[in-house]
């Protein structure tokens, strides 16, 4: 067995089989299972190699020189078959069935001996028993592969499984977080109401107060402003009175007023017409004086 134990190579070689995984090309199991093979520095089997060579596109040579792999002389083949193939290939090694060609003169009247085809017969029996326990072992492994690739399946859908768990997790906690601010500021509104529910309720009961207050002062004027209404009347009523009163002295003055204008103009006239007999007596005293002088 020879082991290559180059790092870069191996762990590049290692990363384009799990790109062949996540990328579903070819089967999961089986390139999971070589990809542990490589992981753990452990030897591939020759089909493995040839099926990574498919996958791969590189040949053989570059293959060998980059992973570990058994490399089997022509006369060892037989102790690393299984027992199974081992059985056969000895079979077929030690019982050949075709004749053996004779050599060389032989004596007269010789013939080479029968086939004993009651051992021929025992030996394709237990040729045709080991080729169906053979095929029992390779339907064996094949449903072990089939059961490896279910369970890469099972892996790969456990791990997005789990992907999608945390997400919903993270979703989860984030709505969580989310609704306990909401209920914090839930919280602090209806505390706010509560506070502006009792500021109303002081509001209220000072407003009732006051519309009390304004009743009664509304009630206080309004008996004032009768009385000051009763007494505007009272006063308007006096008023009317007194001018009516003023009206009769007016009229009696006016009255006095013409009487005292003919009353004076009476006097005048008198008074004119005494000048008038003065000055005639002034001229008569005069003319007398004129006629009889001292």
């Given amino acids: 067995m020879i082991i290559d134990d180059e790092k870069p190579k191996e762990n590049e070689l290692i990363s384009k089989i799990q790109k062949l995984i996540d990328s579903n090309n070819g089967d999961p199991g089986r390139l999971q299972h070589i990809c542990d093979m490589l992981s753990q520095n452990k030897p591939l089997y020759h089909s493995d190699q040839v099926y990574l060579e498919n996958k791969l596109g590189i040949n053989n040579t570059s293959l060998k020189n980059n992973i570990p792999h058994f490399d089997v002389c022509p006369e060892d083949k037989i102790k690393h078959m299984n027992k199974f193939e081992q059985k056969i290939t000895l079979t077929e090694v030690k019982h050949d069935p ?10 007269k009247d010789w ?15 237990k040729i045709k028993t080991e080729e169906e326990l053979l095929d029992d072992r390779q339907k064996i492994y094949d449903e072990i592969n089939l059961q490896r690739s279910k369970l890469s399946h099972l892996i790969l859908n456990r791990k997005d499984y789990e992907k999608q768990v945390l997400l919903e997790k993270t979703l989860l906690e984030s709505q969580i977080t989310e609704e306990h601010i909401n209920i914090q500021t839930q919280t602090k509104i209806s505390e706010q109401i509560i506070s502006q529910k009792v500021e109303l309720e002081k509001v209220k009961f000072e407003r009732n107060e006051l ?3 304004i009743t009664i002062e509304k009630d206080t004027i309004t008996k004032d402003l009768q009385y000051q209404k009763n007494q505007l009347t009272q006063t308007q009523l006096e008023q009317e009175e007194i001018e009516k009163q003023i009206k009769q002295e007016q009229i009696l003055l006016s009255k006095m007023i013409e009487e005292q204008k003919f009353n004076l103009l009476k006097q005048a006239q008198i008074a004119r017409e005494i000048r008038e007999k003065q000055t005639d007596l002034e001229k008569t005293k005069k003319n007398v004086m004129t006629l009889h002088p001292k």
């Fill in 98 to 107: 075709t004749p053996l060609k004779l050599r060389g003169l032989m004596p």
């Fill in 111 to 125: 013939h080479p001996p029968e086939n004993n085809s009651n051992e021929l017969t025992g030996i394709y029996e």
């Fill in 211 to 213: 519309m009390k207050k």
